[in-house]
């Protein structure tokens, strides 16, 4: 590093022109008089005592009385200190912009477009590992492997996972081993993107990446996170073939999905069977927490009700209502964002049934 290079550095570490031209010219010099010093370091004969002065008041330099005014460089231990700490803030502040502009913060936004398709992977992860109700998630094999800590984290949790994992052309193997980290997996054979729905409430998005585009979006929103999950319902996970179903076949049977309730308990009510169930929700217009436990007493969905085999998801896709008859009254469930019924349902766990002898069809949901 040249001389210059060097003044310009020091004057990034707060050093001005002058003080920066002197203290390096005393570095080369050892010791000098003042008027050596600014004939050497082209400071103004003028200035060069309040440029020794401000240097010395920043201990890197010590002047003292010859036959005139006098200086020489201190041992550089507050110069360096001093270089080295605004080297680790520049570092720490350059670390900062970097994470401001990947990831905005999604304490301040509902809504985030990032990126790098780490920074929503990341996301994903730690949301993943915090969930309480339900996990859906469309990822490479690869991808799958890089979450099953956290996925084995919220399945510990009680949370439902179902995990869409997808090859490109259907060609690459998938993990085999999914016990303790997913309730049920699918195998899509198309390229598909990134996604994870967690507790309903957020949504890790990236194109797949054949895309010519790399982005992510980042999501915090009931509403919009309702969305995405009618697209994985659809897409990414209805038509494609179970490879893993780790549900239970007996009661208590958990639902975090009311349509996938009523699909599996459907034929089974309508042979007469008693189910009886417990709800945990929130009170519509209040949104106050609420648990009820009684009997399904009638199912509504749109179309011809259906017992002769699964109900197609488009009878599903508007309202669909549950009815149970519990101690102190009966009460309308609906699902996610229910707007009529008494109670929009969270978890539906199926403690029992009376009638019929055969198991519900499907099991827990995923």
Not at 51 to 59: H, N, P, Q, T, Y
Not at 286 to 309: K, N, Q
Not at 337 to 353: F, K, L, Q
Request: a negative charge; aromatic letters at 8%.
């Amino acid at each position: 590093m040249d001389t210059s290079e060097l003044c310009r550095v020091l004057r990034d570490a707060g050093l001005s022109k002058y003080q920066s031209q002197a203290y390096t010219a005393l570095l080369r010099l050892g010791t000098a008089s003042a008027t050596e010093l600014a004939d050497e370091s082209g400071v103004p004969a003028a200035r060069i005592y309040d440029v020794l002065r401000d240097l010395e008041e920043k201990g890197y330099v010590e002047t003292y009385d010859g036959d005139t005014l006098r200086a020489r460089a201190s041992e550089p231990d507050t110069a360096l200190s001093d270089l080295r700490r605004r080297s680790e803030e520049l570092s720490e502040a350059a670390d900062e912009i970097e994470t401001r502009w990947e990831a905005p913060s999604l304490e301040h936004h509902r809504v985030d477009i990032v990126t790098r398709f780490d920074t929503v992977f990341e996301h994903a992860r730690e949301a993943i590992a915090e969930a309480q109700t339900e996990v859906q998630v469309a990822v490479t094999p690869e991808g799958f492997d890089g979450l099953r800590e956290s996925l084995a984290t919220a399945h510990d949790n009680g949370a439902i996972v179902k995990a869409s994992i997808h090859t490109a052309d259907g060609n690459g193997d998938i993990p085999t081993e999914y016990e303790g980290v997913a309730t049920e997996v699918r195998h899509r054979t198309l390229p598909t993107p990134f996604v994870a729905i967690v507790d309903r409430t957020t949504t890790c998005f990236a194109p797949h990446r054949r895309s010519v585009n790399e982005y992510g979006v980042l999501v915090r929103d009931f509403s919009l996170t309702y969305v995405f999950r009618w697209y994985f319902d659809t897409s990414l996970w209805e038509v494609w073939d179970v490879v893993y179903d780790g549900r239970p076949e007996d009661p208590p049977l958990a639902y975090a999905n009311l349509r996938r309730f009523v699909r599996d308990i459907e034929p089974l009510f309508a042979e007469g069977a008693d189910v009886h169930v417990t709800v945990e929700g929130s009170e519509i217009g209040s949104g106050d927490p609420v648990t009820v436990s009684g009997t399904v007493t009638d199912v509504v969905y749109a179309g011809e009700p259906r017992s002769d085999g699964e109900i197609p998801i488009g009878q599903l896709a508007g309202q669909v209502t549950v009815e149970v008859s519990a101690a102190d009254r009966r009460w309308t469930v609906g699902g996610w964002g229910a707007v009529v019924e008494d109670v929009e349902a969270r978890r539906i766990t199926v403690t029992g049934y009376d009638g019929p002898e055969e198991a519900i069809p499907g099991g827990v949901d995923v």
